[in-house]
């Protein structure tokens, strides 16, 4: 019986694998210090603020009764909804489980369907598990009645 030596050793193979799951374990450390670190788009405040890719007109459901999507607002979506003639942004991550919540116009609600985490269109934790209220961001209307930008910023 003839034994051929193996084209890759496994003292390599093993070798090259631990180089490469620690150089993922301190990229895993390392790049949440660098994103936190790294600057922000600001006003002249300091608040982070966005342009919104919707306009008011835009906030109603489709076709399909959907909402529009939630959108990036400086690296966390962004959940734009009007209740009471009034536009308002909240971060649309869920206070309980990190879930992306939606807005239910026909309940006026906002929605987790992770666990049935239901906010109020003030961001007012209602009832299920959500132990605080969604974050609510200072929304800025600029030009005319009906088609104005949505400008979204952080409350300074």
């Known amino acids: 019986m003839d034994s051929k030596p193996d084209p890759v050793p496994r003292r390599s193979l093993l070798t090259g694998s631990l180089t490469v799951g620690i150089v993922a374990t301190v990229g895993a450390i390392f790049y949440p210090v660098a994103m936190f670190l790294r600057p922000r788009k600001a006003t002249s405040t300091g608040a982070a603020e966005v342009v919104a890719p919707y306009r008011v007109n835009d906030l109603k459901p489709d076709a399909n009764g959907r909402w529009p999507a939630p959108f990036n607002f400086n690296g966390k979506p962004c959940l734009l909804i009007r209740a009471d003639d009034e536009v308002r942004a909240f971060n649309a991550i869920c206070t309980h489980t990190e879930c992306t ?23 007012r934790n ?22 104005e930008d949505i400008i979204v910023s952080r409350n300074t």
């Open 101 to 123: 919540v939606e807005y239910v116009p026909e309940k006026g609600v906002i929605f987790c369907a992770c666990h049935n985490g239901v906010y109020d269109v003030e961001g």
């Open 126 to 147: 209602v009832s299920g598990p959500p132990p605080r209220p969604l974050e609510m961001y200072k929304v800025t209307l600029r030009g005319q009645p009906g088609q």
